[in-house]
């Protein structure tokens, strides 16, 4: 589960970065989910992490299941439109908050696939309809294209799939949903 302790680490780590001054991790946690929303296209995509560990720690599963995956399209796409970066910094950094979220956050969508890609589904619709301050689309549409058929192709996979990974699931003793 995500404890206080882990939600304090990302937090620390989000503080220390130069490129999060829009929003707070503070703010993240704390402030209503409509302004955080609000702010989130103008924010750097670790807030998304943040936003989505916030979301499952409150209880709200397929809500952080949609958000986590509107923050790994934006960091895919910001990781892709940067390819110079050096390893140690942007790549590292959001490597580190996904580690920290994605195993708990997957873990639930796997329960049930089909909501599993409706939440991808519903990541990509926010994600075309609003703007992106740290990687605008104009300036990246190709990459932009690319990462956002690749969620796309995994959510028609997880569709196509889904009684197998139920199946593989049932046979492992994990729960469905």
């Known amino acids: 589960m995500l404890t206080r302790h882990s939600l304090a680490f990302l937090l620390l780590l989000i503080a220390a ?9 503070e703010d993240v946690l704390k402030r209503p989910a409509t302004e955080v929303e609000a702010a989130l296209p103008d924010s750097h995509p670790a807030f998304y992490t943040l936003y989505a ?3 499952f720690k409150e209880g709200k599963k397929d809500d952080a299941v949609k958000w986590y995956y ?17 390893e140690d910094s942007d ?13 708990k956050i997957i873990d ?25 301050l740290m990687t605008p689309v104009a300036d990246h549409h190709g990459a932009w294209e690319e990462t956002r ?16 990974i139920r199946q593989s699931r049932s046979a492992k003793g994990l729960p469905s949903r």
């Open 17 to 25: 970065h130069p490129a999060c001054a829009e929003l707070s991790g």
């Open 53 to 55: 560990a916030r979301l």
């Open 70 to 86: 509107v923050g790994r399209i934006r960091s895919r796409l910001y990781l892709k439109a940067n390819p110079g970066m050096p």
């Open 91 to 103: 790549p590292a950094f959001m490597s580190s908050l996904d580690g920290l979220v994605n195993r």
């Open 108 to 132: 639930y969508a796997a329960g049930n696939p089909v909501e599993w890609a409706n939440a991808i589904d519903s990541a990509l619709d926010w994600d075309k309809g609003h703007g992106n």
């Open 149 to 164: 058929t690749k969620f796309s192709e995994f959510s028609r996979a997880l569709r196509e799939n889904a009684t197998a």
